[in-house]
């Protein structure tokens, strides 16, 4: 049975077994390999997208239960890299590598969303991606300057 999916606000047909992970068919099927791969177990983060904006671990996410919602991965989040959390990224040069990258920004997105000033301790609680790199520091000092440029956006508006 053929998936259909919603991905980055296009409609798709994806020829794949329902249980696939959606990691999968997000980079074998799709091509958008800006999603990646490490653990496989839920455990690192690497992998997170948003299914109806909350994050995500598509390793072990069954693409049919993404059916009939809204996937967005790190190449929708902006046509342009200027997502607020992707310029404080830039600003603070926070990847080192890169792999977890992705991944982080798109649970520090969804994470964000829900909680939009977040203390040091809700980061440690709500952001527990991976980072092999150990831009931990970095990642939490990001998180604070878009929160507090979100801030000021919106008493300024
Ligand atoms: S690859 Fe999915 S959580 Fe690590
Ligand atoms: S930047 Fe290298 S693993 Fe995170």
């Known amino acids: 049975m053929p998936l259909n999916l919603t991905v980055n606000g296009q409609k798709l047909v994806v020829d794949a077994a329902p249980e696939t992970p959606l990691l999968w068919v997000i ?4 091509g958008l390999t800006g999603t990646k791969f490490s653990c496989g177990m839920a455990q690192c983060g690497a992998c997170t997208l948003h299914v109806d904006g909350d994050a995500v671990r598509s390793c072990v996410f069954p693409a049919s239960a993404a059916e009939g919602k809204s996937i967005t991965t790190i190449e929708g989040l902006s046509r ?3 997502h607020p959390v992707q310029v404080a990224w830039k600003e603070l040069d926070v990847p080192q590598c890169g792999y977890c990258q992705s991944g982080m920004i798109m649970t520090v997105v969804a ?4 909680n939009p000033n977040p203390s040091d301790k809700d980061i440690d609680e709500g952001v527990t991606n991976a980072c092999r790199c150990a831009t931990y520091h970095r990642v939490r000092k990001a998180i ?5 440029s979100s801030a000021r956006k919106g008493a300024s508006s």
């Open 144 to 148: 604070h300057l878009t929160a507090s």
């Open 111 to 114: 994470f964000l969303k829900k």
């Open 80 to 82: 342009d890299g200027t």
């Open 27 to 30: 980079r074998e099927h799709l």
